[in-house]
């Protein structure tokens, strides 16, 4: 019998070396996805903006975003509800260029002042006239003897 050649040792080895980097590139890639480092964070009008460097933070956002395609119903964003040890924990996940209940909140809130402003200067308006129109015809007459 003849010894093994280097090619056929080769050969012999390369299904191990195949095994043992794929078992390498495994472990990283779970320590990646258990283990995302933060890399950057900002804070917004109670809003907080997260960045991540892991496979991990990515397939949660395909995740979310095919959530969102998959119910068209849901215009501007889901809330998810997750248990935890501490409780419920409200996920809400933003359609892109969509609204938060935040948003809407705020816009609604807004929209409320300004309907209030418009209010009391119609109201002090209607004073105005009702006290030109005293001045023209006399005052008007009360609520009693109004018919």
């Known amino acids: 019998m003849k010894p093994p050649t280097l090619r056929t040792l080769a050969r012999l080895l390369a299904p191990w070396r195949t095994i043992r980097r794929l078992e390498r590139r495994n472990k990283a890639l779970s320590d990646a996805l258990a283990n995302p480092t933060l890399t950057g964070i900002a804070i917004h009008k109670q809003q907080a903006t997260m ?20 119910n068209p119903k849901a215009v501007n964003y889901l809330e998810l509800t997750f248990g935890s040890p501490e409780g419920n924990i409200l ?36 004073k105005a006239l009702q006290a030109e129109l005293a001045l023209m015809y006399g005052e008007p007459p009360g609520p009693e003897e109004h018919h």
């Open 91 to 126: 996920v809400t996940v933003q359609r892109p260029g969509g609204a938060t209940p935040h948003n809407l909140q705020a816009q609604a809130e807004q929209e409320a002042r300004n309907l209030r402003a418009e209010l009391a200067t119609a109201k002090q308006e209607a």
């Open 51 to 70: 960045g991540f460097a892991a496979p991990g933070a990515q397939m949660i956002a395909g995740m979310f975003l095919g959530l969102l395609q998959d």
